[in-house]
């Protein structure tokens, strides 16, 4: 699990400079590496990860990945 959730945080990290998030790459990540990642993101980028984050919870269309982001802000 842990190299999906590097795996993962990688492309968050490099979603984070794009104009538009790399939805269906996330989406396909495992839950659990998806929700530990996001987690890890918002923790090692703090008030700076909540528009990315924000972006996630309301425009990616895949059910999984809304609902990760919108419990990592909260």
Do not use: I, W
């Not at 794009?18 to 996330?26: I, K, M, V, W």
């Amino acid at each position: 699990m842990e190299a999906a959730v590097s795996a993962c945080l990688a492309r968050l990290e490099a979603s984070l400079g794009e104009a538009a998030p790399a939805f269906d790459e996330l989406a396909a990540f495992p839950p659990a590496s998806l929700d530990t990642a996001l987690r890890r993101f918002a923790q090692s980028h703090g008030a700076d990860a909540l528009p990315f984050l924000r972006t996630l919870a309301e425009n990616a269309p895949h059910k999984e990945l809304r609902k990760a982001a919108r419990r990592t802000l909260y």
